[in-house]
């Protein structure tokens, strides 16, 4: 799909951020979030759908071919995600880096329970989180992410916009009473799962696809064991971070061996051309 090249990053973010404040003040004004929500997670979480209302709001007034239609067609079109291979980490990847993180802390000697993971519930935690993931990549994937990497490579773009995507859930994690230590430490590894999904994004060109490892990630948060309890950022955000790290050097590597192949020298790419 052409992009149309006046889409600005920026007045999608600013929309994003403007949309979002009304919530979080009514967030603040409600209060606490009630027992049952999942991961009690406040009113503010609401603001997920902003981020696909700016997305249509700046769609609409660029006129862009296709519309608005055009924006939910890429959304729901997993006929974009070729080949379905990709379908295995967009799936696993995310109950994998959970899995690590809760070994890595019963290694460490952290005071954990037996796991009790409720698989029962996936399935509605997943519809639930799906559509929550169909407002934000409706933004970050589907609007925001082709005109940074057109600008931009792969790892800077991610960075660019992982940044970003932290910053807009600093809000409600503070109405959530997370403390600052825990939302740097989670927001760390928010920007390395938007490293992840952009170079997803770059190889599939699916907005499905993120959608649906964007609900993955969510699930196994809310499933880590004994229904997130036991999460510790700190040590997720290092096994994601490690995981973005060994993407972008197998990228690196990858694009090395072909520039030493395409000039027949020693030298190879700078590290910035990974895509």
Same mark, same amino acid.
């Given at each position: =799909?052409?992009?149309? #090249?006046?889409?600005?990053?920026?007045?999608?973010? +600013?929309?994003?951020? /403007? %949309?979002?404040? #009304?919530?979080?003040?009514?967030?603040?004004?409600?209060?606490?979030? #009630? @027992?049952? +929500?999942? =991961? !009690?997670?406040?009113?503010? /979480?609401?603001?997920?759908?902003?981020?696909? $209302?700016? +997305? =249509? %709001?700046?769609t609409a007034r660029g006129r862009e071919a296709g519309g608005i239609r055009g924006l939910w067609r890429r959304v729901f079109d997993h006929r974009e995600l070729r080949p379905k291979g990709w379908y295995v980490p967009i799936v696993l990847l995310m109950p994998a880096v959970l899995f690590v993180s809760y070994w890595? =802390? !019963? %290694?460490?000697?952290?005071?954990?329970?037996?796991?009790?993971? #409720?698989? %029962?519930?996936?399935?509605?935690?997943? +519809?639930?989180?799906?559509? /929550?993931? $169909?407002?934000e990549e409706g933004g970050w994937t589907a609007y925001a992410t082709d005109p940074l990497l057109r600008r931009h490579n792969v790892l800077t773009a991610g960075l660019l916009l992982g940044l970003v995507w932290a910053s807009w859930h600093v809000v409600p994690l503070v109405q959530a009473h997370r403390s600052a230590g825990w939302i740097a430490w989670h927001g760390l590894s928010i920007v390395a799962l938007r490293v992840i999904m952009v170079w997803l994004y770059a190889r599939t060109g699916s907005v499905f696809g993120a959608v649906v490892f964007h609900a993955m990630s969510n699930v196994s948060?809310?499933?880590?064991?004994?229904?997130?309890?036991?999460?510790?950022?700190?040590?997720?955000?290092?096994?994601?971070?490690? @995981?973005?790290?060994?993407?972008?050097? /197998? @990228?690196w590597w990858r694009q090395a061996r072909h520039h030493r192949q395409d000039t027949g020298g020693i030298g190879g790419a700078h590290p910035s051309a990974w895509r």
């Open positions: =799909m052409k992009v149309p #090249p006046v889409r600005s990053p920026a007045k999608f973010f +600013a929309w994003t951020f /403007a %949309l979002s404040v #009304p919530i979080w003040l009514a967030g603040a004004i409600i209060g606490d979030a #009630p @027992v049952w +929500a999942p =991961m !009690r997670l406040p009113i503010s /979480a609401l603001a997920a759908v902003c981020p696909i $209302v700016a +997305a =249509m %709001l700046l890595v =802390m !019963r %290694l460490t000697g952290r005071p954990l329970p037996e796991a009790e993971v #409720p698989l %029962l519930t996936a399935p509605l935690l997943f +519809a639930l989180y799906f559509v /929550a993931a $169909v407002g948060y809310t499933l880590f064991p004994n229904n997130g309890s036991h999460y510790d950022p700190a040590v997720t955000a290092v096994v994601i971070g490690t @995981v973005a790290l060994g993407i972008g050097t /197998a @990228v």
